[in-house]
């Protein structure tokens, strides 16, 4: 059985996360429960800035928000000193929430609203990262209105297909992301960008995918993006200042994973372009990157209690718990697989397999196949591993469903970051409850 971070078996037998027993944050919370390990996520932390450190090159390490945006999180990881790439107006606002300091957000997305742009400019956000063309018009349109200067960064596609889930992979040609390094495309956008007179183009930026364990991908792209704008420098005198090379690094969900350490990818990124860079004389850029699911998903940890079984003779049996694909949707999504284990019964023999299954209404509401577990009965405890990012992040309502509560346990301690949506919440948005007049219907 594997344990991350600071997970252990005590005395009891039971999990314990963050020096707290599974028993007790069940009992206090609920399950399903999302319990993150907060070391955990400063060390990961820790590691990627450590990293640019030793290989003496400066830069940003980003969170990707989208992989668990909340208040709680932004100030854990604002206070690490990380930046934060945000993909949508709601994104922006949580960060604005949190009090993260707008000079340190990256905006992101491939179709951004006029709205959202403009409220990048007003709050005065680092910088945006841009997509299209359509969005160049806009961007020259709001900095002209507002009176207001932006940084900007290109997103390229490079042509690297990273071997991942086709649904995650981002840097092959055929994306909806970005500007074609290779066409043309974003040799015009640099032009068009160029021509603003508010906006600075910093340099560029990719993201080749998720999920990634191959640090040669990485490597491919540093390349291509350091040929690009060494190129730019021969034909336009343009130097620039920050190469952006995402996120994507992979975790360990399964035995079947492999990663490295998460800060080994960037150390051979970061050689990449040095290395690249002495070749045409080039001054190192700022590397900047955008881990999401290395910082947070192996700190991730659901507990759920299992209810009903069902066994199909010679096939599989059943094991229900109290969640499902409304708090985890990969595996009915990318086909995405977990480790579990019993959280109160750690150390017995796990050689029971079962399905374990969610609880709504789909057939393809399953959590994992053939998870060994020891026999179990209703109301055990059921921990679901690797879950921090992508989890609640993309949770639904589906079924009305209630998503979960998240705690941060750290140090013997925890708190609650996000409470249990309550039946009430799901009724919130409905314009026919009691108490609601017309009047205030727009
Ligand atoms: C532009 C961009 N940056 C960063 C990330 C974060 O990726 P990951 O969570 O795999 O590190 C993503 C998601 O794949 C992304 O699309
Ligand atoms: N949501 C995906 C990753 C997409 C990352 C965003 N570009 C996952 O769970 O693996």
């Known amino acids: 059985m594997h344990l991350y971070g600071t997970q252990k078996i005590n005395s009891n037998g039971h999990l314990e996360i963050g020096g707290v027993d599974a028993e007790e944050l069940a009992r206090i919370y609920g399950t399903p429960l999302i319990v993150y390990d907060i070391a955990l996520v400063r060390d990961r932390a820790r590691s990627f800035l450590k990293a640019f450190e030793e290989e003496e090159v400066s830069g940003q390490v980003a969170y990707a928000s989208k992989a668990f945006s909340s208040i709680a ?31 340190r957000i990256h905006f992101h997305g491939n179709n951004k609203s006029e709205d959202e742009i403009r409220m990048a400019f007003r709050e005065g956000v680092g910088c945006i990262v841009v997509d299209n063309f359509h969005e160049i018009r806009t961007i020259g349109q709001i900095s002209e ?17 990273a071997h991942t889930h086709d649904f995650i992979t981002t840097g092959q040609e055929d994306s909806k ?43 491919l792209a540093a390349g291509s993006l350091m040929r690009k704008v060494a190129a730019w420098r021969e034909e336009h005198g343009y130097t620039c200042t920050v190469l952006n090379l995402g996120g994507g ?41 955008e881990p999401g699911r290395s ?51 750690m150390d017995e023999p796990h050689t029971s397999a079962y399905t374990i299954a969610g609880k709504c209404c789909e057939s393809g509401d399953r959590l994992i196949e053939q998870a060994l577990l020891p026999d179990m009965a ?46 009430d919440d799901l009724i919130r948005l409905e314009l026919e409850t009691a108490g609601i007049g017309k009047e205030e219907v727009r």
């Open 73 to 103: 999180m932004f100030r854990i990881v604002r206070d690490e000193g990380l930046s934060l790439d945000v993909v949508s107006g709601g994104e922006l606002y949580t960060a604005i929430r949190s009090g993260y300091p707008a000079e």
């Open 145 to 161: 209105e507002l009176s207001l200067p932006m940084d900007v960064l290109i997103r390229v596609t490079p042509g690297i297909e």
């Open 177 to 219: 992301f970005g500007f074609d390094l290779n066409n043309g495309q974003a040799d015009e956008a640099f032009r068009l960008l160029s021509g603003i007179s508010r906006v600075r183009v910093l340099g560029l930026h990719c993201h080749i995918g998720s999920q990634i364990f191959d640090t040669a991908a990485f490597n």
């Open 249 to 289: 690094f992979g975790i360990r969900y399964t035995e079947e994973d492999h990663p490295l350490e998460p800060e080994e990818y960037v150390r051979a990124m970061i050689r990449t372009v040095k290395e690249a860079a002495a070749e045409s004389d080039y001054p190192v850029p700022e590397l900047w990157i």
């Open 295 to 345: 910082l947070v998903g192996e700190a991730g940890t659901t507990l759920y209690t299992a209810g009903s079984e069902k066994e199909v003779p010679e096939t599989r049996t059943y094991l229900s718990v109290d969640g499902g694909m409304s708090d985890n949707i990969r595996p009915a999504l990318y086909g995405a697989t977990y480790s579990s284990a019993a959280a109160l019964r």
């Open 378 to 423: 209703a109301g055990d405890l059921i921990a679901v591993f690797c879950t921090g990012a992508y989890g609640y992040a993309m949770a639904s309502n589906y079924n009305r469903m209630t998503r979960p509560a998240v705690v941060f346990a750290e140090n013997g301690e925890h708190r609650i970051a996000i409470r249990r949506e309550t039946y």
